[in-house]
């Protein structure tokens, strides 16, 4: 199966919390990152954590790991049009390996 | 803006030619790492380089070649291109151990 698993479509009213999960498979990993893309734009890294702590909050962003689990999940507080996005989760093992990326979820806000 | 710097933009050529895409990294960098993204694909780790030398590699195809010159930046060479190869090709940098910075991408279409 995939290294990194996530939904593919999120759809949230303006003003509510968006939740994105991820899930991933290498209990190795030593940083989990949350990427966002916009529409003919690069990757931008929006936050990341370390696989040994629980949760980082980053002003609207709130990351929380599950390491138990393995499973990642980014909220974003109070989700605004400029919101719209596709959300990457990604793991790295340390080392020299590139980052893992999951497939992708579209955040689609609706007014 | 994430300080890694792609050229061209924008690419199209034909079956069976050869490009070859330029990154520069953020300032400081030592690492950079090529990635391919494809609508069936996702984000595909290809190759990372550390100060001058390969150090890791992934799904990269045998007619793709990279390196790291002198002054840190990079290219990556793509020949006998396919119409699969049609694709955004990312370049990111770090610091070792830290989070990659993306750059914003070439849009290769092969035709």
């Known amino acids: 199966g995939e290294d990194v698993e996530q939904s593919l479509f999120l759809s949230v009213r303006e003003g509510d919390s968006s939740v994105i999960n991820c899930t991933y498979t290498?209990?190795?990993?030593?940083?989990l990152y949350w990427y966002k893309q916009e529409p003919g734009a690069g990757l931008q890294l929006l936050t990341y954590?370390?696989?040994?702590?629980d949760m980082k909050q980053d002003q609207r962003l709130t990351v929380l790991l599950n390491k138990k689990d393995k499973h990642l999940s980014l909220r974003i507080a109070d989700t605004q049009t400029g919101d719209s996005a596709i959300y990457f989760c990604a793991e790295s093992r340390g080392g020299a390996d590139g980052l893992t990326f999951g497939k992708g979820t579209h955040l689609i806000i609706q007014p | 803006d994430s300080g890694v710097t792609q050229t061209p933009k924008h690419l199209i050529t034909a079956t069976g030619q050869r490009v070859t895409l330029r990154c520069s990294p953020r300032?400081?960098?030592?690492?950079v790492y090529w990635y391919q993204q494809s609508l069936d694909q996702g984000l595909q780790f290809l190759i990372q380089?550390?100060?001058?030398?390969?150090?890791a590699k992934g799904n990269i195809l045998e007619r793709f070649s990279a390196q790291q010159f002198p002054d840190l930046h990079s290219e990556l060479n793509l020949s006998s291109l396919e119409l699969g190869d049609s694709a955004l090709y990312f370049c990111?940098?770090?610091?070792?151990?830290?989070?990659?910075?993306f750059g914003n991408g070439t849009r290769l279409t092969v035709t």
């Open positions: 990111a940098s770090s610091v070792e151990g830290r989070p990659l910075h």
């Open positions: 380089y550390y100060n001058g030398e390969e150090r």
């Open positions: 954590i370390f696989s040994n702590m």
């Open positions: 300032s400081g960098d030592l690492s």
């Open positions: 290498d209990s190795s990993s030593t940083y």
